[in-house]
Nanobody
Framework: VQLQASGGGLVQAGGSLRLSCAAS????????MGWFRQAPGKEREFVAAINWSGTSTYYADSVKGRFTISRDNAKNTVYLQMNSLKPDDTAVYSC?????????????????WGQGTLVTVSS
């Protein structure tokens, strides 16, 4: 599975962005998917995850109520809708595919990683 994230950019605080992660391969629907982020000088952190069917999601407390993860298996794509953005959300956001159909919150659970997309939130 190859993953390509897109949709990052510069946005003012309070604004919105939607990230997309396009996957290659016919087995996309077999994997749980997740979004992680890494801010400058900080460790990578979990943001959100979704199971293979899209019926189960999980969020980091820092983004709960503001971000929404979703997927379209027909398009081999997972999305991250980010609303009410804050300067603390500034980071490189990466998507990843889990080695199972469920939910994962730890980066070591993810087998495939895409290149990240930069999100910058100005105050």
């Amino acid at each position: 599975v190859q993953l390509q994230a897109s949709g990052g950019g510069l946005v003012q605080a309070g604004g919105s962005l939607r990230l997309s992660c396009a996957a290659s391969g016919r087995t996309f629907s077999s994997y749980g998917m997740g979004w992680f982020r890494q801010a400058p000088g900080k460790e990578r952190e979990f943001v959100a995850a979704i199971n293979w069917s899209g019926t189960s999601t999980y969020y980091a407390d820092s983004v709960k109520g503001r971000f929404t993860i979703s997927r379209d298996n027909a398009k081999n794509t997972v999305y991250l809708q980010m609303n009410s953005l804050k300067p603390d959300d500034t980071a490189v956001y990466s998507c990843a595919a889990l080695q199972s159909r469920g939910i994962g919150t730890r980066s070591y659970e993810y087998f495939y990683w895409g290149q990240g997309t930069l999100v910058t939130v100005s105050s």
